[in-house]
C-alpha cells in the first residue's frame, strides 16, 4: 500500500515539476529585467555622487590645496639636497658622503637621528656601501650606528606589518633571532659612540618594543636616553610606542608618561606632543572609542590646549613643530574647532607623513583637511 | 539484565527504526491528503506533494539497505593447540575460571589489544564459532598473570553472552548511521549548489562592478536536516539504550577478570593497557619504520618485537601514564567506561589476598616467540614491506638517517648544477667544492639559496630582508653537506637511543661547538671560510 502511494506520488511529482519549472522560468526573466533597471538607477546615482565629490574636491585645490594624488606620504618635510646627494652617493657605493653626512650633524642630535633612517633604508636594500665602510673602519661609530639601525629596519622588514595572525611562525622566529642580532649591534654601537650620544640607545627603544623588554629594563634604557638629551622630542615619540597598550604599557601608563614628560618641559619645548600621541593610540586601540566622543573629552581638550599654547612658544623656525601640527589638526577636526585646525592644515599640507596620517591614510587626511577648509571658507 | 531480555530489547529497538521510517512516511501522506482537503490545488499543491516525495526517498532507501558491510577479520596468525599447547592451556584455564566455553580459534594479532567475537546465528539465540584475537605487543609488554586478567575480561564477555547480541546492535548502528548520513549528505548537497548559484550571481555582480552580496545559505537543506535531526534524536535514544548496558557489560567482564587473575592484577593490567598503548604507537612511528623511506626494516622478528627495547628504556616516563588514566571514555560511542573509573572499581574490591603475583613474561607461553613474531610480520605486512633489507638496530638508525641527510641534498645538488659549483673537473666532496666556489665569489651562497624552495614571504622580501630569509637555509644546507662528508668518511655515526631521537655522534668533544661557529663564519655577510674547512675537511 504504502508502495503503491509513493508510486503515484512520484509520477504526479513529476508532472507537477516540469509545470513549475515552466513558471518559474518565466518569473525569473521578469526578476531580471526588474533587477537590471534597478541597477541602472543605481550607477546613475553613484556617478552624480562622484561627478559631486570630484567638484568639490576641485574647490578646495583651487584655494592652492594639495591635490590627493600629489601628497607625500613618506615625509614631513621636503628633502633638503644634502639628504638627496648623500643618498644618491652611498647607492653608487660613496660610503664616505654618507659618513659625513651624518657627521655634519654634529651633537644635534635630534638630527642626528633624522639622518640615520635614510641611510638605513638604503642599506636594507642594497648594503654593500655599509660592508665596504665597516670593513675600512671597523670601530667608526656612525658606521656602527648605521649597522645597527639597518639590523633594527631589517628584522622588522621580515616580520612585516601584518598582525600576529597572518605572520609566519618563519617570520616570527627570523624576526626574534635578527633583533638578538640587531640588540647585538647596537651593544657595539653603543660602545663606540660618543659618551654624550643618545642616538644609539634610540635605536635600542626600537629592540626593546620587539623584543618586549621588561619595563624595568625599559626605564633604565630610558634612564640613558635622557641623561644624554633629556627634552629630545623623537626619543619621546619613540618611548610612546613601547607604553602603548598595544606593546608593552597600558593607556594609563602612556598617559601618565606623556604628562610627566610634559610637565618636566617649558613651553616651546614641544614636549606636550607624546600626549597627543596617547589619545591617538588609545581610540586606534579600542574599538568602541567613538572619535567624536573621546577626542571632545576634558583630557583630550586639555591635551590639545596644553600643545596649541606649547606651539604658540616655539621657535617659528623648528622644524619640529609640524609634528605638533599634525596631531592637533586631527583632533582639532574632532572637537570642531575648525579655525584652529585650518591653521594647522595650512603649515602642514603637502607632506603627511607623519602620525596619525600613517595610520588613517591619505583619504582621511584629504576629508578632513577639506571639510575643515569648506566650513571656514564661507560659499564653498 | 538477563541475555534474553537484552536481546528482546535489541530487537525491538531495530524495529523502532523501521516503525519511526512507517510513520513519518504516514506523516508526508497525511500532509499531502491533508493539503488537498484544504483546497489547496493547482502548483500549489504539486510543490507539496514534490517536497514529501523527495522526503521519503532516503527513509524508504534506509530501511531497505538490508546488507550491511562485512566486518573485515582482523589479520594476525591462526594458532593451533598442537603449535601453541601451553598457550592453549592458559586459554581454557582461563575460560573454566570464568565460566564459559573455551574460543575455537586463537589468532596472534599486532595490536596492544585483545579481543572476542562469536559468530552468533538466529540474531544470537544460538552460540557460534569464537574466536579469540590476542596482539603480541600486548603480551610483550604484560606478564602472565596481567595475561590472564585481560584475557579473562575478554571471556567474561562469552560468558555474559555478551558476544551474541553483538551482530543485531551493529545492525541497528549501521542503518541508523546510514540513513542520518544520507539526509545529511543531501542537506549539504543542497547547500553547495545554492552556495554555487549565489556565488556565481556575486561575480556577476563584482563584474558589473558592483557590491556583492555574502552569501547566506542558512535555510537550505533545513528539511534535510530536519529529518536527520528525527533520526540522530532516535539514534541516540538508541545509543544510550545500548550504551549504558556495554559499559555494564564491560564492568561485569572486569569482575571475571578479577575472579580469574586477582584483584591487584586485574588492576595494573588496565594501567599497564594505558601505558603500552602509546608506547606501541610511538614506538611503530619512531622505530618500527624508521627506515621504511630509505627501505629499510629492523632484524626480523623485531618489528613488533622491538617494543620491548622501549618499554625497558622509558619505563620511568611510563609511569606516568599507569597512574594517571584517563578520567573520560575514549569517545562517546566507546563500550568501554573511563579506565580510571574501571580501575578505581576494582580496586575498591575487598582484597582478595592474592596481591600482584610476580610471574613470568607472557612471551614465555608462546612455543617460539620469536618464530610467532616473525610469523606475524609476513601475516600483517604487506610483501613489500616484508621483503626490505633488514638491519640490527645500531645499522638501522645510521644508514637510514644517512639516507635521509643524502636524500635532503638532491635538490642542494641541483642548485650546486645550475650555479656551476664542483663542475669543470674539480674534484673532491661537495662541501669542499662549495666552499673553493664562495671563496671565488660570496655572492654564490645567495644564488645557490635562490634556487632551493622557499616561503611567499621570503620570495616577496628584497635586499637585506632576503637575504635573512635565506642564511637559516644556507646553515642548513651547509651542516647537511658537514654530516654528509663525515659520515660519509665514517667521521661520524647516527646514534640509536630508546629514550630520545636519533643524534649524530662527531668524531670529538667540543666539536658541535666549533662547528657552530664555523657555520656562523662560512654564513657572514663577510664570509670567512677557512674555520669549517679546518675542521671538516682537513684530517
Redesign the interface.
Known sequence: MTGLIIFGLILLGGAAYRFITARTKTLQGKIAAHEAGAADAQTRTAAAKAEKKATQAAAVVALGYVAEADLDTENTRPESPEEKAALAAVRSGDWEAGAAYLDAAGEDWEERWQRVRPLSDVAAEDDAWLLAWRAARPSDPTAALVNADTAVLVAWKVRGSQSGSRTTQEQFRLFHDLLLTAQEAVHEAQRLADPGDPVPYMVEQAVAQGLGYPNDEYRKLWSEIIARDPKNLSAHANAQQYWARKWRGSHELAMSVALEAAASAAPGELLTLPALIALVEQELHEDDLKKEVFFKEPTAVAAVDAALADLAAADPGDWRTVRLRHLLAWLLFWQDRDAEALEQFKVIDGYIGAMPWYYYGKARYVHARDWVVRECTPGL | MGASLRALRALVLLAGFYLLG?VL?AAL?GI?IGASAAGIHG?S???I??V???L?VPI?RGMFMLRLPKAEPLPGVTVSEEQEPVLWRTVRDIAAQVGTRAPDEIVLIADVNAGVTEDARLLGLRSGTRSLYIGLPLMTGMDEMRLRAVLAHEMGHYANLDTRLTPLIRRGRVQLLRTVENFQDRADAKVAKERAKQEKKAEKRIA???KAKAVDTTGDGAMYRAMAKIYTAYGKFYRRATLSAARRQELAADLASVRAAGRDSAASALRELNAIGPAHEFYMDSYATLGVGARLLPPPGQVFGGLRHLLDARAGELDGLRTDLPEEPASPYDSHPALAERVARIEALPDDGRGAQASRPSLELLADSEASLIALERAVLTPEAFAMRRLDWEDLVHESMSAYVGQGSEELQEAFAAEGVGTGGSKGSDLASLLKAVDADPAVRWRITDRLPK?D??AA?????AR??AR?VLRRALNQLVTAELTARGAARWQLSWTDSATLRYPADGFEEQLHGALDSATA??PDTEPLRKLVLAP
Open positions: 512507517l512516511i501522506v499531502d502548483p499543491l504539486a510543490k506533494v514534490i514529501s516525495v523527495v521519503a524508504v558589473a562592478g558592483k616561503s614571504e621570503a622580501a628584497t635586499g637585506r630582508a635573512e630569509f637559516p655577510d663577510l
